[in-house]
C-alpha cells in the first residue's frame, strides 16, 4: 500500500459487520497497522482468536437499533460501514438493514464527532453495465432490492458529508481471500472433490475480482490520508490483473490437482433455466451473480490510484489461489454449516446434482 502522507490511525475506530468476512479481515488489518481501539458492532457473535486482543471491543447487536449504536459510537473518531444483508436475504431484512441500518450509523456517526466515515458500497450499483470499464460517475442501476438499496444508502451517506464528517464511498468488486466462503465455497468444494467448473456461456469473458487486503489497504487509505478533500469521494476498487474467465478460474481447478478443467456452457440456456431455479428457491445463485457472469465485468481504478496512491498487490489469480488455499486448510471447520453469508457455505440445492455432470 502507498503510504499516506498521514499514517496514524484515528482511534477509536468502529467496524460494523465485524463478525463477517470483510468485517475480520478489516479488524485484523487495523490491529496489524497500530489501532489503539476498534470496536466490533454485529448480529453474529465474534468467534474469532482476536476477541482476546485487549484492543479490541465487540458487542452483538443491530445496526438497526439506534440506541446500540450510539452507545457504541461514543468516542470513536473513525467508521467503516460493512455491515450489510446479502441478496439471499429477504426484501425486507435488505432494505431495513441496508438502507435504515445505513442511516442509523450514519447519522449516529456525524452526531458523535466521528471524523472519517467509510461506506462499503458495492459494484452491483452500476447494474449489468452495456461498457466497460465501469468509472463512478456512470449511470447507476440496482440489480434487485441489494444493488438498489446500495444505490440509496450511498446518497445517505453523502447526504450527511460536512466539513469535520468526512465520508468515503468504496465500489468494491467481488471481494475473497481468508475467511470468505458463500457462492465462492461452491465452486471450491466443486474443485477439491474433483469435479470441474461450468462457466455460464464460454467464460471468455474478462471478470475482475479483489483481494480483500487489497481492499482493507484502500479502507486504511481513507481513515489515514492527510487531505480530507481526497477521501470525501466515491472510488471504485478492484483488481489491476486479470484474465478471462475461464483463464482465472483453470488455476484453481490445477492447484486442486484432479486434472479438470473450466467448460463453458450456453448462457441462453442456462440464465432462464436459473431465473426458474431460484423463483423455486432450489438454487442459491441469484440474478446479479448468473446474469452478470457471462459478460465483461471490470471497473476503473485510476481514480483511487491517483488521488489516494492506492495500489492492489493481488491479481485475481492470487486472490483466487489464496482464496482457495484457506478454505482447504480450513474445511474442517465448516463442513456441514450452510447460510445465507460469506462466513459460511451456501446450501448447493439442485446445483448438487448438476455437479456430477463435471
Same mark, same amino acid.
Given at each position: 500500500?502507498?503510504?499516506?502522507?498521514?499514517?496514524?490511525? !484515528?482511534? @477509536?475506530?468502529?467496524? %460494523?459487520?465485524?463478525?463477517?468476512?470483510?468485517?475480520?479481515?478489516?479488524? *485484523?488489518?487495523?490491529?496489524?497497522?497500530?489501532?489503539?481501539?476498534?470496536?466490533?458492532?454485529?448480529?453474529?457473535?465474534?468467534?474469532?482468536?482476536?476477541?482476546?486482543?485487549?484492543?479490541?471491543?465487540?458487542?452483538?447487536?443491530?445496526?438497526?437499533?439506534?440506541?446500540? &449504536?450510539?452507545?457504541?459510537?461514543?468516542?470513536?473518531?473513525?467508521?467503516?460501514? /460493512?455491515?450489510?444483508?446479502?441478496?439471499? /436475504?429477504?426484501?425486507?431484512?435488505? *432494505?431495513?438493514?441496508? &438502507?435504515?441500518?445505513?442511516? +442509523? &450509523?450514519?447519522?449516529?456517526?456525524?452526531?458523535?464527532?466521528?471524523? =472519517?466515515?467509510?461506506?462499503?458500497?458495492?459494484?452491483?450499483?452500476?447494474?449489468?453495465?452495456?461498457?466497460?470499464?465501469? *468509472?463512478?460517475?456512470?449511470? #447507476?442501476?440496482?440489480?434487485?432490492?441489494?444493488?438498489?438499496?446500495?444505490?440509496?444508502?450511498?446518497?445517505?451517506?453523502?447526504?450527511?458529508?460536512? !466539513?469535520?464528517?468526512?465520508?468515503?464511498?468504496?465500489?468494491?468488486?467481488?471481494?475473497?481471500?481468508?475467511?470468505?466462503?458463500?457462492?465462492?465455497?461452491?465452486?471450491?468444494?466443486?474443485?477439491?472433490?474433483?469435479?470441474?467448473?461450468?462457466? +455460464?456461456?464460454?467464460?471468455?469473458?474478462?471478470?475482475?475480482?479483489?483481494?480483500?487486503?487489497?481492499?482493507?489497504?484502500? +479502507?486504511?487509505?481513507?481513515?489515514?490520508?492527510?487531505?480530507?478533500?481526497?477521501? *470525501?469521494?466515491?472510488?471504485?476498487?478492484?483488481?489491476?490483473?486479470?484474465? %478471462?474467465? =475461464?483463464?482465472?478460474?483453470?488455476?484453481?481447478?490445477?492447484?486442486?490437482?484432479?486434472?479438470? /478443467?473450466?467448460?463453458?456452457?450456453?448462457?441462453?440456456?442456462?440464465? @432462464?433455466?436459473?431465473?426458474?431455479?431460484?423463483?423455486?428457491?432450489?438454487?442459491? #445463485?441469484?440474478?446479479? &451473480?448468473?446474469?452478470?457472469?457471462?459478460?465483461?465485468?471490470?471497473?476503473?481504478?485510476?481514480?483511487?490510484?491517483?488521488?489516494?496512491?492506492?495500489?492492489?498487490?493481488?491479481?485475481?489469480?492470487?486472490?483466487?489461489? =489464496?482464496?482457495?488455499?484457506?478454505?482447504?486448510?480450513?474445511? !474442517?471447520?465448516?463442513?456441514?454449516?450452510?447460510?445465507?453469508?460469506? =462466513?459460511?457455505?451456501?446450501?448447493?440445492?439442485?446445483?448438487?446434482?448438476?455437479?456430477?455432470?463435471?
Amino acid at each position: 500500500m502507498a503510504t499516506p502522507a498521514q499514517d496514524t490511525l !484515528p482511534a @477509536p475506530v468502529l467496524v %460494523t459487520g465485524g463478525s463477517g468476512f470483510l468485517g475480520i479481515n478489516l479488524i *485484523r488489518w487495523l490491529l496489524a497497522h497500530g489501532a489503539g481501539e476498534v470496536r466490533s458492532l454485529d448480529l453474529v457473535a465474534f468467534d474469532y482468536p482476536e476477541k482476546d486482543d485487549p484492543r479490541v471491543r465487540t458487542v452483538v447487536g443491530d445496526v438497526r437499533d439506534r440506541e446500540a &449504536v450510539r452507545a457504541l459510537m461514543a468516542g470513536c473518531r473513525a467508521v467503516v460501514h /460493512c455491515a450489510a444483508a446479502l441478496p439471499l /436475504c429477504s426484501e425486507e431484512e435488505i *432494505r431495513s438493514t441496508d &438502507v435504515d441500518g445505513a442511516r +442509523i &450509523v450514519a447519522e449516529e456517526a456525524k452526531a458523535a464527532g466521528v471524523a =472519517r466515515f467509510v461506506y462499503i458500497s458495492s459494484t452491483a450499483v452500476y447494474g449489468i453495465p452495456d461498457h466497460h470499464p465501469v *468509472r463512478e460517475g456512470d449511470r #447507476l442501476i440496482g440489480v434487485g432490492p441489494y444493488g438498489e438499496s446500495k444505490i440509496v444508502a450511498e446518497g445517505i451517506a453523502r447526504g450527511l458529508d460536512a !466539513p469535520g464528517f468526512a465520508v468515503s464511498i468504496l465500489r468494491p468488486k467481488s471481494f475473497v481471500g481468508p475467511e470468505r466462503l458463500g457462492v465462492f465455497a461452491l465452486l471450491y468444494d466443486w474443485a477439491y472433490t474433483g469435479h470441474g467448473f461450468p462457466m +455460464i456461456g464460454s467464460g471468455r469473458n474478462r471478470y475482475q475480482l479483489l483481494d480483500v487486503e487489497d481492499l482493507c489497504d484502500a +479502507i486504511g487509505l481513507c481513515l489515514t490520508h492527510s487531505d480530507a478533500s481526497a477521501v *470525501r469521494d466515491t472510488y471504485n476498487v478492484g483488481a489491476d490483473r486479470f484474465a %478471462t474467465m =475461464r483463464e482465472d478460474w483453470q488455476a484453481v481447478l490445477d492447484a486442486a490437482g484432479h486434472g479438470k /478443467c473450466v467448460r463453458g456452457t450456453p448462457a441462453w440456456l442456462v440464465i @432462464p433455466a436459473l431465473r426458474v431455479l431460484e423463483a423455486l428457491h432450489l438454487s442459491p #445463485l441469484y440474478r446479479w &451473480v448468473y446474469e452478470t457472469a457471462p459478460c465483461d465485468s471490470f471497473v476503473d481504478v485510476s481514480k483511487i490510484r491517483d488521488r489516494l496512491g492506492w495500489s492492489p498487490r493481488f491479481s485475481n489469480r492470487d486472490a483466487l489461489l =489464496r482464496n482457495y488455499a484457506w478454505y482447504v486448510a480450513n474445511l !474442517p471447520r465448516f463442513q456441514g454449516q450452510s447460510g445465507k453469508t460469506h =462466513r459460511v457455505p451456501w446450501k448447493q440445492g439442485i446445483l448438487s446434482l448438476i455437479k456430477r455432470c463435471f
